[in-house]
């Protein structure tokens, strides 16, 4: 009986973790789940269209190879409509994005472009965070010198705009391959993290639960990684979500300017970047490309404005009419 | 503060002497700066080589000859020294390019700018007052869009969309706009200001009726008159327009009750009014100079008027007087503009088509400074409007965010509760708190701008510092790329600078130190 009484109550009172909390506010986002689901759909889909590597995809064209015969005159084969409609029913054909002007599947490059996008925003997102959050951390705990040399280190890589770093690093490493740029712009986008996360550990290594950790013996990269981090994280995803939608952007302007992803390789800049001037004749050549930069880069903007909330629940609780009418409401929101 | 000055100062020039350094040295190794003369099969093509490594010292490693380099650009910095920035490939010195380069970029990155704040701010300003309306959604959702917009799609698809498609209809010789555009616009703006009231369903709806209704009026009217083939304000709609500006700015800033502020705006109205029939001779041969004299005496007499009506409250009548002055002298300018318009549209180098999608100005157009200065106009235009489109989002954001968060301040329900209008309240307590944190982002965001910039006078064939970029580093022509990264750097700190320190001046709980 006692023993019912208790494990009832436990469960009522059981705190929830920070984390779980956030994640539970994340995942209720309705705009945010819709968007990762999305995201993560387009994805797989487009890499297991290419392949990786030496593993084919399931896609029966090649990305750089020239078809045998140029179908309909390189228009898009798909059609969407079914016939109950006065469509021709659905179905994707032999091209179904069409085919540039020597008859390449466009299909194959448009989702070879998507893939290249993946990486970098991986490999960029993933180098900038891990470096700026170190960057950041170590000047924010340690103060003083260290902190004024990392952050006049900082300012030096701020001075000079990403995209035109981008381009000297493009230039020198576009002919590489996709990772390789992925990496370098990496080194060169981490900045704006580093900043936050010197602002977070400033006010952080202030509080009582660094003060013990010290007493108790814990090392300096104990308390930066295992005590103060965590506590920062949120300011670190929100940061990192911002950045990989930047990425997509970047790399394609980048390929777009002809730094970036050279040919034979292809980047959706690139195919935006080769086929402008076919706009009025085959206007399909630009919008797939289009639609792959835009449609992504926005899923992953909802998703960091998901994050963003979960983690700081504070800013979305403002209404002005609210706390016009009902001051009391207002008193308990704020 | 004259310490902190001098610090900021120290410490700026190290960060341009070591970011000058990496930028130097990863142009220098990019590529190979003799690729196109050992590929060209030219006779002399060994001797142009010899001479292009012992000009520009190509046999010195790029860290060492970085040096070089530095001793001549700090001469620059020094009066009286010469100012060398090296030469490029052909041996023209880069202090030569820059400044032609550099004119094109500045226009567009100002203007598009002062456009950014502008329509971000208030854009902002709006989502922030009605939070959660179907407005706010929408501008969430646009500002979303922009953000994962690359500002080269954007552009092209202006080029395809907007000028093609303005041109088309203009030179179609049927330029009426047809009944389905009609209704469409007519809806889009009456969903847009029935979002903007926002209260009861009745008030809303009533809302959209009145703007949809004007909007089709004004539509049939335009067509009516062949507007768009011979634009102008006229008599009347200068008059009505100067009236909704004495009305407007004073309501918003100064409120229609403060009988002296809507006397001063109403003078100032009618002396602009006045300037549009007394000065249409002047203008007829007037330049540049003329309409800047101009524009600063109309201030200076607003500035008298406000001053001599001003009374209590003496800044607010005169800061009044002076924005409806310069606002309806602008229309004025904007009316005379207009009239020179089918003079321009039908030059034979026009012919009908006058939104340019590459260039800065038309080849062979020659013409008395308004036709000149429609010429710029619709070449800057396009490439205007995508550079805005970078920088509007974020500011949209930006504003709304700090709008919302002022806005829950002690102070702003002190204001409330001691009686103050809705007006005063927003106008005076949270608009000018608003402001502070926006200075220092647009500040920051001005090297991103020249960056964007790049991209935009890429699409636009516009020869400006970007394209000198661009064309430079194909080359591995370093010293013009140093020249071009000295000006955005220099621009970059100066205004991080500024930032830094108007933080200080707007907000006095920020000490400097």
Same mark, same amino acid.
């Given at each position: 009986?006692?023993?019912?009484?208790t494990?009832?109550?436990?469960?009522e009172?059981?705190?929830?973790s920070?984390?779980r909390?956030?994640?539970?506010r994340?995942?209720?986002?309705k #705009?945010?789940?819709?968007?990762?689901?999305?995201?993560?759909?387009?994805?797989?889909?487009?890499?297991?269209?290419?392949?990786?590597?030496?593993i084919?995809g399931?896609?029966?064209?090649?990305?750089?190879?020239?078809?045998?015969?140029?179908?309909?005159?390189?228009?898009?084969?798909v059609?969407?409509i079914?016939?109950w409609?006065?469509?021709?029913?659905?179905?994707?054909?032999?091209?179904?994005?069409g085919?540039n002007r020597?008859?390449?599947d466009?299909f #194959?490059?448009?989702?070879?472009?998507?893939? +290249?996008?993946?990486v970098?925003?991986?490999?960029?997102a993933?180098?900038?965070?891990v470096?700026?959050?170190?960057?950041g951390?170590?000047?924010?705990?340690?103060?003083?010198?260290?902190?004024a040399?990392?952050?006049?280190?900082?300012?030096?890589?701020?001075?000079?705009?990403?995209?035109?770093?981008g381009?000297?690093?493009?230039?020198?490493t576009?002919g590489?391959?996709?990772?390789?740029?992925?990496i370098?712009l990496?080194?060169?986008?981490?900045?704006g993290?580093?900043?936050?996360?010197r602002?977070?550990?400033?006010?952080?290594r202030?509080?009582?639960?660094?003060? #013990?950790?010290?007493v108790?013996?814990?090392?300096?990269a104990?308390?930066?990684?295992?005590?103060?981090l965590? +506590?920062?994280?949120?300011v670190?995803i929100?940061?990192?979500?911002?950045?990989a939608?930047?990425?997509i952007?970047?790399?394609?302007?980048?390929?777009?300017?002809?730094?970036?992803?050279l040919?034979?390789?292809?980047?959706?800049?690139?195919?935006?970047?080769?086929n402008?001037?076919?706009?009025?004749t085959?206007?399909?050549l630009?919008?797939?490309?289009a639609?792959?930069?835009?449609v992504?880069?926005?899923?992953?903007?909802?998703?960091?404005d998901g994050?963003r909330?979960?983690?700081?629940?504070?800013?979305?609780?403002?209404?002005?009419?609210?706390?016009?009418?009902?001051?009391e409401?207002?008193?308990q929101?704020? | 503060?004259?310490?902190?000055?001098?610090r900021?100062?120290l410490?700026?020039?190290?960060?341009l002497l070591?970011?000058s350094?990496?930028?130097?040295?990863?142009?220098?190794?990019?590529?190979n700066?003799?690729?196109?003369?050992?590929?060209?099969?030219?006779?002399?093509?060994?001797?142009?080589?010899?001479?292009?490594?012992?000009?520009?010292?190509?046999?010195?490693?790029?860290?060492?000859?970085?040096f070089?380099?530095?001793?001549g650009?700090a001469?620059?910095?020094?009066?009286?020294?010469?100012?060398?920035?090296?030469?490029?490939l052909?041996?023209?010195?880069?202090?030569?390019?820059?400044p032609n380069?550099?004119?094109?970029?500045?226009r567009?990155?100002?203007?598009?700018?002062?456009?950014?704040?502008?329509?971000?701010?208030i854009?902002?300003?709006?989502?922030?007052?009605?939070?959660?309306?179907?407005f706010?959604?929408?501008?969430?959702?646009?500002?979303?869009?922009?953000?994962?917009?690359?500002?080269?799609?954007?552009?092209?698809?202006?080029?395809e969309?907007v000028?093609?498609?303005?041109?088309?209809w203009?030179?179609?010789g049927?330029?009426?706009i047809?009944?389905?555009?009609?209704?469409?616009?007519?809806?889009?703006?009456?969903?847009?200001?029935?979002?903007?009231?926002?209260?009861?369903?009745?008030?809303r709806?009533?809302?959209f009726?009145?703007?949809?209704?004007a909007?089709?009026?004004m539509?049939?009217?335009?067509?009516?008159?062949?507007?768009?083939?011979?634009p102008?304000?006229?008599?009347?709609g200068?008059?009505?327009?100067?009236?909704? $500006?004495?009305?407007?700015?004073?309501?918003?800033?100064?409120?229609?009750?403060?009988?002296?502020?809507?006397?001063?705006?109403?003078?100032?109205?009618?002396?602009?009014?006045?300037?549009?029939?007394?000065?249409?001779?002047?203008?007829?041969?007037?330049?540049?100079w003329t309409i800047? $004299?101009l524009?600063?005496?109309?201030?200076?007499?607003c500035?008298?008027?406000?001053?001599i009506l001003?009374?209590?409250?003496r800044?607010?009548?005169?800061?009044?007087?002076?924005?409806?002055?310069?606002?309806?002298?602008?229309?004025?300018?904007?009316d005379?503009y207009?009239?020179a318009?089918?003079?321009y549209?039908?030059?034979p180098r026009?012919?009908?088509r006058?939104?340019?999608?590459?260039?800065?100005q038309?080849?062979?157009?020659?013409g008395?400074?308004?036709?000149?200065?429609?010429?710029?106009?619709?070449?800057?235009?396009l490439?205007? $409007?995508?550079?805005t489109?970078?920088?509007?989002?974020?500011?949209?954001r930006?504003?709304?965010?700090?709008?919302?968060e002022?806005m829950?301040?002690?102070?702003?329900?002190?204001?409330?509760?001691?009686g103050l209008?809705?007006?005063?309240?927003?106008?005076?307590?949270?608009?000018?708190?608003?402001?502070?944190?926006?200075?220092?982002?647009?500040?920051?965001?001005?090297?991103?701008?020249?960056?964007?910039?790049l991209?935009?006078?890429r699409v636009?064939?516009?020869s400006?510092?970007g394209?000198?970029?661009?064309?430079s580093?194909?080359?591995?022509?370093?010293?013009?790329?140093?020249?071009?990264f000295?000006?955005?750097?220099?621009?970059?700190?100066?205004?991080?600078?500024?930032?830094?320190?108007?933080?200080?001046?707007?907000?006095?709980?920020?000490?400097?130190?």
């Amino acid at each position: 009986m006692t023993n019912a009484t208790t494990t009832v109550t436990q469960e009522e009172t059981a705190g929830q973790s920070q984390g779980r909390l956030i994640l539970k506010r994340f995942v209720t986002n309705k #705009a945010s789940m819709v968007s990762l689901v999305l995201l993560v759909a387009i994805w797989v889909f487009a890499i297991s269209a290419i392949g990786i590597g030496p593993i084919p995809g399931w896609w029966h064209h090649d990305y750089r190879t020239p078809s045998a015969s140029i179908v309909e005159g390189g228009r898009p084969t798909v059609s969407l409509i079914p016939e109950w409609l006065g469509g021709a029913g659905i179905y994707l054909g032999e091209h179904p994005f069409g085919q540039n002007r020597i008859g390449v599947d466009y299909f #194959a490059q448009t989702m070879r472009g998507v893939q +290249n996008s993946f990486v970098v925003i991986v490999l960029l997102a993933g180098v900038a965070t891990v470096l700026g959050t170190v960057i950041g951390a170590v000047a924010g705990y340690y103060r003083g010198w260290v902190d004024a040399v990392l952050m006049r280190m900082t300012d030096v890589f701020i001075v000079i705009p990403s995209i035109v770093v981008g381009a000297v690093v493009g230039a020198m490493t576009g002919g590489l391959g996709v990772q390789y740029l992925a990496i370098f712009l990496g080194l060169v986008a981490w900045m704006g993290i580093a900043r936050l996360v010197r602002a977070e550990f400033l006010s952080l290594r202030e509080r009582e639960f660094v003060e #013990a950790a010290r007493v108790a013996g814990a090392s300096d990269a104990r308390i930066i990684f295992k005590h103060i981090l965590p +506590n920062a994280m949120g300011v670190v995803i929100v940061a990192a979500s911002l950045i990989a939608a930047a990425a997509i952007i970047l790399e394609a302007s980048l390929s777009f300017l002809g730094y970036g992803i050279l040919p034979p390789d292809t980047s959706l800049g690139l195919q935006v970047s080769q086929n402008q001037s076919a706009f009025a004749t085959r206007p399909w050549l630009f919008w797939f490309p289009a639609f792959f930069i835009v449609v992504p880069a926005l899923l992953i903007n909802f998703i960091g404005d998901g994050l963003r909330d979960a983690f700081d629940p504070r800013q979305k609780r403002f209404s002005i009419r609210r706390t016009k009418e009902l001051p009391e409401n207002a008193e308990q929101r704020s | 503060m004259l310490s902190f000055i001098v610090r900021r100062i120290l410490a700026s020039i190290l960060t341009l002497l070591v970011a000058s350094f990496i930028m130097y040295v990863l142009t220098a190794y990019s590529d190979n700066p003799l690729k196109d003369l050992q590929a060209s099969n030219a006779p002399n093509a060994q001797l142009l080589i010899g001479q292009r490594i012992e000009r520009l010292d190509l046999d010195v490693p790029p860290p060492l000859r970085w040096f070089g380099w530095l001793a001549g650009a700090a001469g620059c910095l020094t009066p009286f020294t010469p100012c060398d920035l090296g030469t490029d490939l052909n041996y023209t010195p880069v202090t030569q390019l820059l400044p032609n380069a550099a004119a094109s970029t500045v226009r567009l990155v100002a203007a598009s700018t002062i456009l950014a704040i502008i329509f971000g701010i208030i854009t902002g300003i709006v989502s922030a007052l009605r939070q959660y309306s179907a407005f706010d959604l929408g501008m969430t959702f646009v500002s979303f869009f922009l953000y994962s917009l690359p500002s080269f799609l954007a552009a092209v698809l202006l080029k395809e969309f907007v000028a093609l498609g303005f041109n088309n209809w203009l030179s179609s010789g049927d330029s009426s706009i047809g009944l389905i555009p009609t209704l469409i616009i007519a809806l889009v703006i009456g969903v847009i200001m029935q979002a903007l009231v926002a209260g009861s369903n009745r008030k809303r709806l009533i809302t959209f009726a009145i703007a949809a209704a004007a909007t089709v009026g004004m539509l049939y009217y335009l067509d009516a008159v062949d507007w768009f083939q011979q634009p102008g304000l006229g008599a009347v709609g200068l008059l009505l327009l100067i009236g909704g $500006i004495v009305f407007g700015a004073t309501a918003i800033m100064a409120g229609l009750n403060n009988r002296r502020a809507l006397i001063g705006a109403a003078i100032a109205g009618v002396l602009s009014y006045a300037s549009y029939f007394a000065l249409q001779g002047l203008f007829d041969i007037s330049t540049v100079w003329t309409i800047g $004299i101009l524009g600063l005496a109309t201030l200076a007499v607003c500035f008298v008027v406000g001053w001599i009506l001003g009374g209590n409250d003496r800044g607010q009548v005169i800061r009044v007087t002076m924005v409806v002055g310069l606002l309806s002298s602008l229309l004025v300018v904007a009316d005379r503009y207009l009239q020179a318009w089918p003079a321009y549209i039908s030059s034979p180098r026009i012919n009908n088509r006058p939104i340019a999608t590459v260039g800065e100005q038309t080849v062979g157009l020659s013409g008395d400074m308004w036709i000149m200065g429609l010429d710029t106009f619709t070449h800057f235009l396009l490439p205007t $409007i995508s550079l805005t489109l970078i920088s509007f989002a974020g500011y949209t954001r930006y504003a709304r965010a700090g709008l919302l968060e002022v806005m829950n301040q002690d102070y702003i329900r002190t204001a409330r509760a001691k009686g103050l209008s809705e007006r005063v309240v927003i106008t005076r307590h949270a608009f000018r708190n608003m402001l502070i944190p926006i200075t220092t982002i647009v500040a920051a965001d001005i090297g991103v701008l020249l960056g964007g910039a790049l991209i935009t006078e890429r699409v636009f064939a516009i020869s400006g510092m970007g394209a000198l970029f661009a064309v430079s580093l194909d080359r591995v022509d370093v010293n013009p790329v140093m020249g071009y990264f000295l000006v955005i750097a220099i621009t970059a700190i100066l205004f991080n600078f500024l930032a830094d320190l108007s933080y200080a001046l707007l907000d006095p709980r920020v000490r400097v130190k």
